[in-house]
């Protein structure tokens, strides 16, 4: 008890001083020095006696020797105000009583009120002086100091103002706020924290060029991507690095400081607006019903089982091959959404009696399928393997959905089985094949939806370069012309979704990509939004095409066309030429045979002579050590 009250006992001496200034200041403003020292020493020495006695106590309940002072704010400001009023009336209650009972006399009623402002002022004072002092330090430690980084912060509002304040608490961090930038017209040359907005969000490039600004901190964090691109594309113009703040959700509490600024996500700046969903439509086709997932545990499955999941299904199956992968979003739906019933099942799609028996038992409204070998130069290095799971899986997938009278399924495709480069593609293709003409013989809302590359999903691109810079580099590429399309998680499963509630039969749908993006372009920035520079801090090397590459992906077939569907990001592909009923299950049958026999050659082949435009095998078997 003796340690925790002389814990601050410098504060504590301090007060000490301050209290008999408070009461002797309050007597002498209060009455003349002839009354004070004739008739008031009597009542001076008895306030005097319980303000010493009462104060320190009540101080200290109230815990003003347990504060960091140097970081007082606010509710430091409040605390002081409560706790020297309470001692205040504390101590004016008992003077009071004991002149009321004659033990002193004459007494001022007005003197314990000025010794509450003067205590007011006192005790207030001293402890906002040390913080004026430490801020008085640091201020002197960031001016002295070499190698601090100026910092331009866009954005004026509370992110903008917590960013500010971290800077100026801690120089340790080695950066210094020069002021703001905010297109709100009000806060034009107003001044926060000490520093002023210097100008908007247009001006970047002269504003950071005129107060030689380091680096460039976006503090907006509800700032939509379309706003990000452009203070990111500025900030590279004038050749200053870019970080930006985490989401509003990690500012609750006060929890931002500079040390948790993340480097600005690739997601944030898709050169499109994020597809958006007609949830009533999605919410109609899901809700109450019993959906089943194929790789089930796979990223972009996995992103559909959780969302599939908010929609209250009747049931949720998840099927999958890898029981790691499948226990792990298992274990997640159970803890997020713990009135679903969720249903585990460990099953090769290869297997044909298992997947029917599953099927069966279970009988599910909607079927998404899925499981698929995707990564391409695995895939040209085990054909057999792209043939049995991509078309024989498909194959008894589609025949078991069939059978069991399931109304819905949707496969997910890839834009890589338009005119195929890669086995991985053409596998893809002949399953879409069986997908529309089980849907064409049962007259069952059979689809397939396309998509290109998805942001975040394994084996993508975007994880390896991630990896690759916070090695150090290199970052390989392929080529440095190379395009992609590119899609979010969760948007790409918003879309196939929606495709869930339309009722045609049949059909192929192809998702809004937007403008394919420069693999190159993606990898630099990349490496700027980590704050380094490509070639200078982290180098780009390119690998060449790998087998089953192309330079660039199509949604589509040459001469092919696509409609309007109700939704806007979804488009119904027309495509009149492919292989179907007892020809398509014969041509099936014919490579389920040659992967038996794993004759790799024959069935590169075969399926040249299926599909027209494909170019399959045109390349040596990928050097898996360039892979990453």
């Given at each position: 008890m003796t340690r925790s009250w002389f814990?601050?006992?410098k504060l504590f001496l301090a007060d000490l001083a301050l209290i008999v200034f408070?009461?002797?200041?309050?007597?002498?403003?209060?009455?003349?020095?002839?009354?004070?020292?004739?008739?008031?020493?009597?009542?001076?020495?008895?306030?005097?006696?319980?303000?010493?006695?009462?104060?320190?106590?009540?101080?200290?309940w109230f815990g003003l020797y347990q504060r960091v002072w140097s970081y007082a704010s606010i509710e430091e400001m409040k605390l002081i105000i409560r706790a020297v009023t309470a001692a205040s009336v504390l101590v004016a209650a008992v003077i009071y009583a004991l002149y009321f009972f004659r033990i002193f006399s004459p007494f001022a009623l007005s003197l314990p009120v000025f010794d509450w402002l003067l205590s007011l002022a006192a005790v207030g004072g001293l402890r906002f002086g040390l913080r004026l002092l430490a801020e008085n330090r640091k201020a002197l430690e960031?001016?002295?100091?070499?190698?601090?980084?100026?910092?331009?912060?866009?954005?004026?509002?509370?992110?903008?103002a917590l960013v500010v304040r971290e800077m100026q608490k801690n120089p340790r961090l080695g950066l210094v706020p020069i002021g703001y930038l905010d297109d709100d017209a009000e806060k034009q040359g107003q001044r926060i924290h000490g520093f002023p907005v210097l100008g908007k969000l247009d001006e970047l490039s002269q504003v950071a060029a005129a107060q030689h600004a380091d680096e460039i901190v976006m503090a907006i964090p509800s700032a939509p991507g379309s706003v990000l691109r452009k203070v990111a594309e500025a900030s590279h113009r004038a050749g200053l690095p870019f970080r930006t703040m985490p989401g509003i959700y990690e500012l609750i509490g006060g929890k931002v400081s500079v040390n948790r600024l993340r480097e600005v996500d690739i997601t944030d700046l898709l050169r499109r607006k994020p597809a958006q969903i007609d949830r009533q439509s999605v919410g109609n086709s899901v809700r109450g019903k019993c959906i089943l997932v194929t790789g089930a545990g796979g990223s972009i499955a996995s992103e559909l089982?959780?969302?599939v999941g908010r929609w209250e299904p009747r049931q949720l199956i998840l099927l999958g091959?890898?029981?790691?992968?499948?226990?792990e979003i298992l274990v997640e739906l159970n803890s997020e959404l713990p009135g679903l019933d969720v249903q585990p099942v460990i099953a090769d799609i290869r297997d044909q009696k298992r997947v029917a028996v599953v099927l069966q038992?279970?009988?599910?409204?909607?079927?998404?399928?899925?499981?698929?070998?995707?990564?391409?130069?695995?895939?040209?290095?085990?054909?057999?393997?792209?043939?049995?799971?991509?078309i024989l899986g498909t194959r008894n997938v589609v025949q078991a959905a069939t059978q069991a009278g399931v109304p819905r399924l949707i496969m997910i495709s890839t834009d890589k089985a338009v005119q195929p480069a890669s086995i991985m593609g053409a596998t893809k293709r002949i399953a879409e094949w069986l997908v529309l003409d089980s849907a064409a013989h049962s007259q069952k809302a059979y689809s397939v939806v396309r998509f290109g590359n998805v942001l975040g999903s394994r084996g993508s691109v975007v994880p390896l370069f991630k990896q690759q810079i916070a090695l150090g580099g290199p970052v390989t590429i392929t080529h440095p012309d190379m395009e992609r399309y590119f899609m979010t998680i969760p948007e790409a499963v918003h879309l196939v979704l929606q495709t869930a509630a339309f009722e045609e039969a049949g059909q192929v749908y192809m998702l809004e990509m937007g403008e394919p993006v420069r693999i190159l372009d993606l990898a630099q920035d990349l490496i700027r939004l980590s704050g380094l520079e490509p070639d200078e801090d982290i180098a780009i090397e390119f690998s060449g095409l790998r087998p089953g590459e192309k330079l660039s992906e199509k949604l589509k077939e040459e001469g092919a066309d696509y409609q309007h569907t109700a939704h806007a990001d979804i488009h119904r592909v027309i495509e009149m030429q492919r292989l179907s009923g007892e020809p398509l299950y014969d041509a099936v049958n014919q490579?389920?045979?040659?992967?038996?026999?794993?004759?790799?050659?024959?069935?590169?082949?075969?399926?040249?002579?299926?599909?027209?435009?494909?170019?399959?095998?045109?390349?040596?078997?990928?050097?898996?050590k360039a892979i990453t």
């Open positions: 814990r601050g006992n408070g009461v002797l200041a309050s007597f002498i403003l209060r009455l003349n020095l002839e009354q004070f020292f004739l008739d008031y020493l009597p009542a001076f020495f008895w306030m005097l006696l319980l303000a010493l006695l009462i104060k320190p106590w009540v101080y200290r960031q001016a002295s100091g070499l190698g601090l980084r100026k910092v331009l912060v866009v954005g004026a509002g509370d992110a903008g089982c959780r969302q091959h890898g029981e790691n992968s499948v226990f038992k279970y009988k599910p409204d909607v079927i998404f399928h899925t499981a698929a070998h995707k990564h391409v130069p695995l895939m040209e290095a085990n054909i057999p393997e792209a043939v049995t799971n991509n490579l389920e045979e040659l992967a038996k026999a794993s004759n790799s050659a024959e069935i590169i082949k075969f399926l040249g002579k299926l599909l027209p435009g494909a170019e399959l095998g045109t390349t040596p078997l990928p050097d898996f």
